[in-house]
């Protein structure tokens, strides 16, 4: 019946109410040219440093200057170096007056196990640009609940910047980083719209700030003194890799944890390779999945958000206050995320 419902285009309709209260943020400077750019490895070692370089290179080359964290290029095992060194980089960086923006070098797994090490005081002292996305959410997310500070789920430095980047994706990138104005409505690469999977009759338009990021991370942190408070926010997710039974289990946790019940919207971006690795054995699809775990939630659903494991991309700001409108598909940026 669910599926009938969606594939005719009937599904659900409900109400929800609009009790929202934005929560104060703090903002960090915009981005001058021949500003310092900190680079840190908060996750998984560089597969090169030939990346680094020629990420280092494509910075030097738009007029910044940059500074390399001291365990960067270290390696640990999967990680790039111990815990205490990369979480020591990363407060430095923060403590650093000179540097002004600190980008990550890549993603891969790390970041959860630097929230304990964290020097969540120096950065609420010194807010300042933060860059990364997949394994970043977790730090992300961390960094808001501590310091409300906002953050950027966008381009690092050895995945997009040591190759050429896509224009789309490097335009939309410096000038949210570099303009205190806001963006206002917010379009995918080629003017492509999102995809209304549940909408509302009596409400159409539902704002919040924007949380979210990679659904691993998010539940990896869930239940955490480093969740954030999701009510009455704009929840986004994005993965990579994970078959079909891994997101269904971890957006059925978010349901019973009461998070995706609490949200006022919820957009999905990029669901790359997220197939069953065995394509013999029944499985649901994705599209099924997020059927039967969101038709109930009362919270306009879209989907097709152009964000997370792609090369044109958006870059989400992690605490932006948003505007979602579930009947014609659209996403606001309601402020500047730079002052």
């Not at 719209?193 to 909408?199: A, E, H, R, V």
């Not at 979210?212 to 994005?238: A, C, K, W, Y």
């Not at 995706?260 to 669901?271: E, N, P, Y």
């Not at 969101?294 to 958000?305: A, E, F, H, N, Q």
């Amino acid at each position: 019946m669910v599926f009938s419902l969606y594939w005719s285009g009937l599904w659900p309709s409900f109400r929800i109410t609009n009790r929202h209260t934005l929560v104060n943020v703090l903002k960090p400077l915009r981005l001058k040219k021949h500003d310092v750019i900190g680079i840190i490895t908060p996750a998984s070692a560089p597969s090169s440093d030939e990346k680094i370089d020629k990420g280092i290179h494509y910075l030097e080359q738009l007029g910044y200057r940059v500074k390399l964290g001291a365990h960067a290029k270290a390696v640990h095992g999967y990680f790039a170096g111990r815990d205490e060194e990369r979480a020591s980089d990363l407060n430095a960086m923060f403590a650093d007056k000179q540097v002004k923006a600190i980008i990550a070098v890549r993603g891969g797994y790390g970041t959860p196990r630097l929230l304990e090490h964290i020097d969540y005081r120096v950065i609420k002292r010194n807010p300042k640009i933060l860059v990364g996305y997949s394994d970043l959410t977790a730090l992300q997310l961390a960094v808001f609940t501590k310091t409300k500070l906002l953050t950027f789920s966008g381009p690092m430095l050895a995945v997009e910047m040591s190759d050429k980047m896509d224009p789309f994706t490097e335009d939309f990138f410096w000038r949210i980083l570099t303009s205190p104005h806001p963006i206002g409505n917010v379009s995918n690469p080629d003017n492509k719209p999102l995809k209304i999977l549940l909408s509302h009759s009596k409400k159409a338009q539902v704002t919040g700030r924007l949380l979210g990021g990679n659904l691993s991370m998010v539940t990896s942190i869930t239940g955490t003194m480093f969740q954030p408070n999701f009510r009455d926010h704009i929840f986004f997710f994005e993965e990579v890799g994970e078959e079909p039974y891994r997101i269904d289990r971890m957006l059925t946790q978010l349901k019973l944890a009461g998070i995706l019940r609490s949200i006022k919207a919820l957009l999905i971006g990029s669901l790359i390779d997220c197939v069953p690795a065995d394509k013999a054995k029944p499985s649901l699809s994705i599209t099924e999945i997020l059927a039967e775990l969101t038709w109930d939630l009362k919270v306009p659903v879209l989907s097709g958000l152009a964000y997370g494991h792609l090369p044109r991309k958006l870059t989400m700001p992690i605490g932006l206050s948003a505007k979602v409108n579930s009947r014609s598909g659209t996403l606001e940026f309601l402020e500047g995320c730079v002052k």
